[in-house]
């Protein structure tokens, strides 16, 4: 899967790279900014993605379309597509450009939306990945969870980086019976929650 990432794919990935180093850097303001996963994070959802059970493969906060690449050859290898909502517009906009010099339009269906006012229109769910922003994060879980299929996989990043905000929410899905969940200490850190 990741050998053979073609070429479109891969200098998009690059071009969004060196564009979420730079904003970390040049002062940009913090919803204007990608603050996108690293590659390594990048391969571990991907890796998840293509062993979750059958069902739809979501992620909520697509900003530029980063981590959504990598879902995407998760999905060409397993002939399956990824819907990723947006709120935001000019990263909305951003993230079209990606997936059309990627080449993945095919992949992925991009929503233009808050994932809360449109989760009952997705169905059984088999991977969830949660990259929005962190206030957010409890209310995204408990709509998902229960749509999580059997074996069902939810990820949300920034565990770690975030834990002070995140940890009532992290608390809860250590807590919760309906899942199994574990912190796991790649990248800014990863929740990761399976159903039971």
């Not at 399956?80 to 993945?104: C, M, Q």
């Not at 006012?117 to 169905?123: K, N």
């Not at 962190?134 to 879980?141: D, H, R, T």
Request: proline content about 6%.
């Amino acid at each position: 899967m990741f050998e053979h990432i073609p070429s479109p794919m891969l200098e998009r990935m690059q071009e969004l790279e060196r564009l979420d180093a730079q904003d970390r850097t040049d002062g940009t303001p913090r919803l204007d900014r990608l603050r996108q996963i690293p590659p390594e994070t990048g391969k571990f959802i991907a890796l998840w993605l293509a062993a979750s059970p059958p069902g739809s493969c979501i992620e909520i906060g697509t900003s530029a379309g980063y981590s959504a690449l990598w879902l995407a050859l998760a999905c060409r290898a397993t002939d399956r597509r990824l819907t990723t909502f947006e709120v935001l517009s000019t990263k909305v906009r951003i993230a079209r450009e990606t997936f059309s010099a990627a080449g993945v339009e095919d992949l992925v269906r991009l929503v233009h939306g808050d994932f809360l006012d449109r989760s009952a229109e997705i169905g059984p769910v088999g991977f969830c990945f949660l990259d929005a922003e962190k206030e957010a994060y409890a209310a995204c879980y408990e709509a998902v969870v229960p749509r999580l299929v059997p074996g069902g996989i939810l990820i949300a990043d920034n565990a770690i980086n975030h834990g002070e905000v995140l940890q009532p929410m992290i608390d809860a899905a250590v807590a919760d019976a309906r899942v199994d969940a574990l912190v796991v200490p790649i990248g800014k850190g990863e929740l990761v929650c399976r159903k039971v």
